[in-house]
């Protein structure tokens, strides 16, 4: 992932990003529930650690989903009622 895409809104293919190896398990899994999702390494999402305080952010779990044109048209669904 580039930043200077940062702007761009025509995005074909939603993507869940990870940024440490770690977490890639877990962006796959991630796709799997919202389906039809790439899976992308990108460092460029990953928290820096704040010196004042104890915790290291850096190591912090995080994805980010990046959603593209594919998931973003009204999806019609057929919801039961229950009495």
Do not use: C, N
């Given at each position: 992932?580039?930043?200077?895409?940062?702007?761009?809104?025509?995005?074909?293919?939603?993507?869940?990003?990870?940024a440490l190896p770690s977490d890639e398990a877990a962006a796959r899994g991630l796709t799997d529930v919202i389906g039809g999702a790439k899976v992308g390494q990108a460092?460029?999402?990953?928290?820096?650690?704040?010196?004042?305080?104890?915790?290291?952010?850096?190591?912090?779990?995080?994805?980010?989903?990046?959603?593209?044109?594919?998931?973003?048209?009204?999806?019609?669904?057929?919801?039961?009622?229950?009495?």
């Open positions: 992932m580039d930043a200077s895409t940062a702007g761009v809104t025509d995005l074909s293919k939603t993507t869940v990003y990870y460092d460029i999402y990953q928290l820096t650690d704040d010196p004042h305080t104890p915790d290291d952010e850096s190591q912090s779990k995080q994805l980010t989903v990046v959603i593209g044109l594919d998931h973003t048209t009204s999806r019609s669904s057929t919801a039961t009622s229950t009495p």
